[in-house]
């Protein structure tokens, strides 16, 4: 997964061919245009008036994984409109591995006014920021690791190349660090709920981008939205395939193994399993919350509102920005995505805690 999808020449993202949005090969949601940004601005503008009222440090909005850097570059215009203060002290940070998706990025960074730059987890662990790290669509981009349930008990399934084509192939046991990862989460694999053939996934690589995420922060917040389910949804025994698909032309495929290179492949992320290594990677738990629920709590119904208004833009418009905030909420699709937010060095934003959570959240000393 990780070779078909960074590799610089072969692969899908880090060749640069991947075309994000209605035109490519899947929507994300920053691909909507301004609509989320807009959305996501209160919360963001809570955290980075948290932090510029309580350190002189200079403050960073980092976004790992950008894309095409649509999202960053609207949010850098938002944040300078509303808090022109801070041109100076306030930066975009972004992560990219990929060469040509850099590129991309920068052309999109030009047209907004905030300092910026392009930076790597080691740059970020060798001075940490001041700030809020978000990760759109990131984690489910991550390489994963299949298991599945043998004759003989739990083993890996590993990837094999016979006459041109991909295939699983059972592979060893699995380690007990890894049943007793998931047994730490709530999830027994010992039970015999689970027929043999039985198959899933694990992205161990979560856990070390939880060390990498935690070690970029000196004071701030982590944001993570992704497709995602608790672990025991995600690990049911009813669930006999996992989460792992291939997207291509808009369209879902069961098998990762379609165009190698040529598609996205992704996995649902386990939020129990990115709390538990989040946690152990120095992180605190703010909460977590579906982004339907989120954007409502941030004013979606009320831009929703505005747009029925007589004195408003031309219907046209109208309706295809009401149809892009009924995406997002949308819970078959964009609206199911979970939003997960920890934090590390700070309290939560005063007594009513984060606005997207909608609820007041527990600080811890």
Not at 192 to 198: I, K
Not at 223 to 230: A, I, L, Q, T, V
Not at 319 to 338: I, Q, S, T
């Amino acid at each position: 997964m990780d070779w078909v999808l960074q590799d610089p020449i072969h692969g899908y993202y880090g060749s640069g061919q991947v075309v994000f949005g209605v035109r490519g090969d899947f929507v994300t949601a920053s691909s909507l245009g301004p609509t989320l940004p807009r959305l996501l601005l209160p919360q963001l503008l809570q955290c980075l008036d948290v932090l510029a009222t309580t350190t002189s440090e200079d403050l960073a909005l980092v976004e790992w994984g950008p894309g095409d850097g649509e999202l960053s570059r609207e949010l850098g215009v938002l944040l300078a409109q509303e808090r022109p203060q801070w041109q100076q002290r306030l930066q975009l940070l972004l992560v990219e591995t990929s060469p040509l998706l850099q590129k991309r990025q920068a052309h999109h960074l030009q047209q907004q006014p905030l300092p910026w730059r392009h930076c790597s987890p080691a740059t970020l662990a060798s001075a940490p920021v001041h700030g809020v790290l978000m990760a759109n669509e990131l984690l489910d981009a991550l390489p994963v690791e299949r298991f599945t349930r043998g004759d003989d008990g739990w083993h890996w399934q590993w990837v094999s190349c016979s006459s041109g084509h991909l295939a699983w192939q059972l592979g060893p046991l699995l380690p007990p660090e890894v049943l007793h990862l998931l047994e730490a989460v709530g999830v027994q694999l010992a039970q015999d709920a689970f027929a043999q053939g039985w198959s899933s996934e694990i992205a161990l690589s979560h856990g070390q981008w939880c060390k990498a995420a935690a070690a970029a922060l000196q004071r701030g917040w982590v944001w993570c939205m992704d497709y995602g389910h608790s672990a025991q949804r995600y690990y049911s025994p009813q669930r006999g395939d996992g989460t792992l698909m291939a997207y291509g032309g808009q369209q879902a495929m069961g098998s990762p193994f379609c165009r190698p290179g040529q598609m996205d492949i992704t996995a649902h992320i386990c939020t129990d399993l990115v709390r538990h290594w989040a946690e152990a990677a120095g992180l605190h738990t703010c909460g977590e919350v579906s982004q339907g629920q989120g954007l409502l709590a941030l004013g979606l119904a009320k831009q929703l509102g505005q747009l029925s208004q007589r004195d408003g833009p031309p219907l046209a418009q109208r309706l295809a920005r009401r149809e892009a905030l009924l995406r997002l909420v949308d819970p078959a699709g964009l609206g199911g995505f979970r939003w997960l937010f920890f934090r590390r060095g700070i309290h939560d934003p005063g007594p009513g805690g984060l606005v997207a959570l909608g609820e007041p959240a527990t600080a811890e000393g």
